[in-house]
């Protein structure tokens, strides 16, 4: 299998995801240099914690964190766009893994019970083939290892994507947009809630109406970037 595998890339070389340069053996869609040049953000314990500030005095939660920065034009934004519009689940789980390192080194995510992605509407689901937040989710699983339940917190409406929407307008956009089937199963539990960016936070926002109404809940968030372009 391996001198097949080789065969293959002595004409078809496998390549970084975001510099094009060939990949050396153990390196997965993205190389070394560029994963160790992505601009990383302040891990969740640090006072100017990025996704707290975003989302104080809005949604209570435990702990937060993210792994990266995004602005326009850099890297991150390069490497989202792989995973969200050209099809790369296999770079979502690669990151997902480093979520899930940085996580197992936080003690505050230690009572974590299960991981809960932030879910698309079946039609977005059906268009794209994948969700991103549920790769990102495996392979936090992987590393931090939680339950990943991808079937209780759905969205019940489709919203027009965010992307050129200002705040008031994505959170105009995401109201009521979320509920649980079964709020029973988290009673009690701390939840770890995944989402790929954390832009306004009218996302995350939604998603902490819907789970609220379990008794007993503790939420936590990360993501793989917060963005800085707001």
């Not at 970084?16 to 050396?24: H, N, S, T």
């Not at 209570?60 to 890297?75: G, Q, W, Y």
């Not at 490497?79 to 480093?98: D, F, P, S």
């Not at 977005?124 to 990943?148: D, H, T």
Request: aromatic residues 6%; contains cysteine; charged residues 25%.
């Amino acid at each position: 299998m391996h001198l097949f595998r080789d065969f293959i890339e002595l004409f078809f070389p496998r390549t970084c995801c975001l510099c094009g340069r060939p990949l050396m053996v153990g390196e997965e869609e993205i190389c070394l240099h560029c994963l160790s040049d992505l601009p990383e953000a302040l891990n969740a314990e640090c006072s100017n914690n990025y996704v707290v500030q975003r989302l104080q005095g809005r949604v209570p939660l435990v702990a937060a964190t993210t792994l990266l920065i995004f602005k326009r034009k850099n890297n991150t934004q390069k490497l989202l766009h792989q995973i969200k519009y050209h099809g790369n689940e296999r770079l979502a789980v690669i990151m997902g893994r480093q979520m899930g390192h940085a996580l197992s080194r936080n003690r505050q995510f230690d009572d974590v019970d299960i991981i809960i992605p932030v879910p698309l509407h079946p039609r977005k689901l059906r268009k794209r083939g994948y969700n991103q937040s549920f790769l990102l989710s495996k392979g936090i699983a992987e590393v931090f290892k939680r339950p990943i339940s991808d079937n209780n917190l759905i969205r019940t409406r489709h919203t027009e994507t965010q992307t050129r929407k200002n705040r008031e307008q994505r959170l105009d956009n995401m109201q009521d947009v979320f509920q649980l089937r079964d709020p029973e199963r988290l009673k009690g539990h701390h939840v770890l809630l995944v989402d790929d960016v954390l832009t306004t936070g009218a996302t995350t926002e939604a998603c902490w109406l819907a789970l609220k109404k379990v008794e007993n809940i503790k939420i936590s968030l990360a993501t793989l970037s917060v963005s800085n372009d707001i």
